[in-house]
């Protein structure tokens, strides 16, 4: 089986590898690039547990072709945390004890940037709709929409010029 | 050992137990660095990947790999003959008692497939391509024959049997011929017939129930390499590696001490992963390929062969005075066991009547097994199921009686000192108190809307202590290293290092908590029963108090002072001989002098922890109903509970919101579908419906907190029994919306707008 050499950047950074036509970004993610962050929970586009951000859309990586990446600019939650610091929204799950076993949480915060990315100040009902696509078994949500609104908050007031 | 053991401290004197530091773990996990069963690599690994009955219930008559081998890249295939065939034998240290020769049967079915999705052979391969092509060439042979699924046909005389050695245990008498019945347990106090008799009111009901999935997110996964001197490495997510090393060690014959098994970080479990279903099998691909080998489930494999709970047919009858006193009950309960033997109902009777204080009542269970996957522990297990049955018969008598429904708990409520249905006294028990809390909520007054209805619904489960290792050891700068061998789920590790801050009395900050492998810390049982904050943060107590007493030893040879002149107090020994005059000495100096007073500070303590307190929850529900859809949804809950004293008082309201999560899902829409051919229709999470964030609203967690003296912090086990209330909590929600009672979960809106079209009708 011939593989395709996929150009692509992630995270900022150049990156490239091989990928066999039926191969997933996800796979290609966690395993020709070692970035085991994104997770699989289905492998169906059903639990968000593998979300990333692919120019600026957040998309299941189990559903998308890693040679699709090709010329792409890929998030990844090891991108999230810049300079040793965590983002606000990292930051913010944790305070709020937003996660329990922790498996969804990558695909949680992706999708809860994409979220902030597009809409500053979501409501709860908004914020709970955009993350529907994201399974959580542990934590009922209730932690995870008020760290996700809390952080929302942070990043306005970040914003605004004092 | 300790004096503080008898008496958990006093709150005010608490400086970490009750705050909410951000968890030591926390930056791994949300940074994706934390890694999971499927995040490991060997070098050289191969796929292993696991061939599945396509029946419901066949003879495997036989089974030809030899093509399967001889294609290039497939590197070995084991099916059952490459296991002992073991004779029946009882396991302890899974959440539930388990029989090691149904285990190893079900891990690889030998002879017969008794489920839609029973391993019957496994491959390892150079990739998962040629794994696939590998699987397809293996040829199995069966003979199909008859299966069943419902539980009252698998009861039925006539039914297909799955094990032919099978004969109802519990019976007066051993019947003359064997069954699907495994067991029927029996609990029979006072005169329930003459009570009934007697009784001014009397309800009843029919529940069934489905089996529904714990839902982990995250799949079975592991790896597995076997050395060549016979010495074995296991990597895998689950509830527990000490149960990994005893379970594949029977299951592949091999000696404890040949296997070591390393905690993955773990993606949920919920019960789920209180067994183990890849793992010996890796171990025998590695063994026969002579490479490490990587196996990870699909979500359809997690569904299809990994334990659901049971599905249920519930009868429950109540009889009351007119004042609401509770006098007679009567509670027959039948559950699906799945393959083999070993459905919760034996707990599901043991809880059933657990928050009432009847003096006649006939509890029957009956555990049966049909051809569907074994079940595995479930998040209390047994007790929602039987909690939806009679908490809604209770909702119907409150109806009757028309009293209150949280007014006729109280009346019936046990309290210290009552006898619990399944034998114990109680002692320091919450449930009032928690009943209180709800009374009192703003939510409990609070109106209703137009198409909304409330619900109440209690429950109850016994929380567990058990065998537990933990070791404190103080690094040279006086900072503190936790280990203990309990996989942490939902935020262990920072109530670990809690408990040691507040024991030796440093920040929680300066102590570092790690899970170590079955080679690196003493045996531990696994984390399930809610038993690790309690069982295995006592042994971090007790051995943080081991610490102090040699901390105390050293600071009395450093002063030349005797011993019991010394005391730890804020994290220093401090000298109570005014006429020594001596200047505190804090963990960090004495940390620094170690090697003068002794060498290395440390200390290893295993215990096996007893006194775990039973808990208690109280749940208020609101839904609304669209009477042209039948759609549910819940507006509004509270659940309180009490915890005893809640180390991290985040986590705690943490377990109780994921437990009403889950128990909602369980109520409204999950369910395993099964079609004529006992093939589950809905192995995925689109049709596997679990609750996404727009189905919840914000769920209120009441922390009540009678302390457990058996515990130095006053800790109770908190995370199961938030799953009990929630099935009855939204059904009594929606007969109180809706004015029909639907005793069949899940409460889907066909189902709905079926009974709401009913009732229009009738
Ligand atoms: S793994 Fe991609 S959505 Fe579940
Ligand atoms: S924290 Fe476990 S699935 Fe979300």
């Known amino acids: 089986m011939s593989k395709i050499h996929v150009t692509t950047t992630v995270n900022g950074d150049p990156a490239e590898f091989l990928a066999t036509p039926g191969m997933t970004l996800l796979d290609a993610l966690r395993d020709e690039l070692g970035l085991t962050g994104a997770k699989e929970g289905c492998g169906s586009g059903d639990c968000g547990a593998c979300s990333v951000i692919v120019d600026g859309r957040l998309v299941c990586s189990c559903l998308m072709l890693a040679a699709e990446a090709e010329g792409q600019r890929v998030e990844t939650i090891e991108g999230m945390a810049q300079n040793g610091q965590l983002h606000p929204l990292q930051q913010k799950f944790l305070e709020h004890a937003a996660l329990q076993c922790g498996f969804c949480t990558p695909g949680l915060l992706m999708g809860a940037k994409a979220l902030l990315d597009s809409n500053p100040d979501p409501t709860e009902t908004e914020a709970r709709y955009f993350l529907a696509g994201n399974l959580c078994r542990c934590t009922g949500y209730d932690k ?14 970040e914003r605004t010029p004092a | 050992m300790s004096e503080t053991l008898e008496r958990p401290a006093a709150k005010a004197d608490l400086q970490v137990v009750g705050t909410r530091p951000i968890r030591p773990d926390g930056a791994d996990k949300v940074t994706g660095r934390a890694a999971y069963g499927a995040d490991f690599n060997m070098p050289g690994q191969l796929v292993g990947k696991v061939l599945r009955s396509p029946h419901a219930h066949a003879r495997i008559v036989s089974i030809d790999a030899s093509k399967a081998k001889a294609l290039p890249g497939a590197k070995a295939v084991v099916t059952a003959a490459d296991f002992p065939d073991l004779a029946s034998e009882v396991l302890e240290g899974g959440e539930q008692a388990s029989n090691l020769r149904d285990l190893s049967l079900n891990v690889m079915a030998r002879g017969k497939a008794l489920y839609h999705g029973h391993a019957v052979a496994a491959v390892a391969a150079i990739s998962s391509e040629v794994a696939d092509e590998a699987l397809s060439r293996i040829k199995v042979t069966y003979e199909v024959l008859p299966h069943v699924t419902e539980v009252e046909a698998a009861m039925a005389p006539d039914a297909p049997l799955l094990h032919d050695h099978l004969f109802t245990e519990g019976l007066e008498a051993r019947p003359d011929k064997p069954s699907n019945v495994a067991r029927r347990h029996r609990n029979l106090r006072g005169d329930p017939e003459a009570a009934f008799a007697d009784a001014d009111v009397v309800v009843e009901g029919r529940y069934v129930t489905p089996p529904v999935h714990q839902g982990y997110i995250e799949p079975q996964a592991c790896v597995a390499a076997w050395a060549e001197d016979g ?367 002794g060498g290395p500070i440390a200390a290893q303590v295993s215990i096996n922890a007893q006194g775990a307190g039973p808990g208690f929850g109280v749940h208020l529900c609101d839904v609304e109903v669209d009477p042209e859809t039948g759609q549910v949804s819940v507006v509004r809950y509270t659940a309180a509970q009490d915890v005893g004293r809640a180390i991290h008082p985040s986590y705690v309201e943490g377990q109780v919101q994921g437990g009403v999560a889950q128990g909602v899902g369980w109520a409204l829409n999950e369910e395993y579908i099964f079609d004529a051919q006992g093939q589950m229709e809905n192995p995925g999470f689109l049709d596997y419906r679990m609750p996404v964030a727009s189905d919840l609203p914000m769920l209120d967690a009441i922390l009540v907190e009678v302390p457990n003296p058996r515990h130095p912090y006053g800790a109770k086990g908190v995370g199961e029994v938030p799953i009990v209330p929630p099935l009855a909590a939204v059904a009594n929600a929606l007969r109180g919306a809706t004015g029909v009672r639907i005793p069949a979960l899940p409460l889907s809106p066909p189902k709905v707008l079926a009974a709401l079209d009913g009732a229009k009708a009738g």
């Open chain 1, 144 to 157: 995870v929409i008020r760290a996700v609104l809390d952080a929302a908050a942070e990043l306005r007031q």
């Open chain 2, 231 to 597: 010495r074995c490495d296991v990597w895998s997510s689950s509830q527990g590696q000490f149960m990994v090393r005893t379970y594949c060690a029977k299951v592949l014959g091999v000696e404890i001490s040949d296997i070591r098994v390393t905690p993955a970080e773990i993606g949920g479990g919920f019960g789920g992963k209180t067994t183990v279903y890849l793992e010996p099998l890796a171990l025998a691909l590695s063994r026969a390929s002579g490479h490490p080998v990587k196996m990870v489930m699909t979500r359809e494999e997690v569904f299809r062969a990994t334990g659901p709970t049971s599905g249920s047919v519930m009868n429950v009858r109540f009889g009351a005075k007119k004042d609401g006193t509770i006098t007679a009950a009567e509670v027959e309960l039948k559950f699906q066991a799945g393959a083999f033997p070993g459905s919760p109902v034996g707990a599901a009777c043991m809880t059933a009547l657990a928050c009432y204080d009847v003096p006649n009542f006939l509890i029957t269970g009956y555990d049966v097994v049909n051809n569907t996957p074994k079940v595995a522990a479930y998040r209390a297990p047994g007790a929602p199921i039987a909690a939806f049955a009679v908490e809604s018969a209770i909702d119907d008598l409150a109806r009757a009686l028309s009293m209150d429904p949280i007014a006729l708990r109280e009346k019936n409520a046990v309290r210290d000192g009552t006898k619990a249905s399944y034998g114990p006294t109680y002692q320091n028990i919450g449930y009032v108190e928690t009943l209180a809390a709800i009374r009192d909520s703003e939510h409990y007054k609070a109106p209703l809307g137009p198409n909304q209805g409330r619900g109440v619904a209690v429950g109850f489960w016994f929380n567990v202590g058990g065998e537990s290792t933990a070791a404190v050891n103080i690094a040279e700068d006086g900072s503190a290293v936790v280990v203990t061998g309990n996989p942490d789920i939902g935020g262990s590790r920072a109530s670990m290092a809690m408990m040691a801050a507040e024991t030796l009395g440093i920040p929680v900050e300066r102590v570092r908590p790690m899970v170590a492998d079955t080679a690196s810390i003493g045996y531990s049982m696994l984390t399930g029963g809610s038993r690790t904050t309690f069982a295995t943060g006592m042994a971090v107590v007790q051995a943080a108090e081991k610490v102090i007493a040699d901390l105390k030893a050293r600071a009395a040879k450093l002063w030349d002072v005797p011993a019991d002149q010394v005391e730890w107090r804020g994290g220093e020994a401090i000298c109570l001989d005014p006429k020594a005059d001596k200047k505190p000495l804090t963990l960090e100096t004495l940390a620094a002098q170690s090697a003068r007073t």
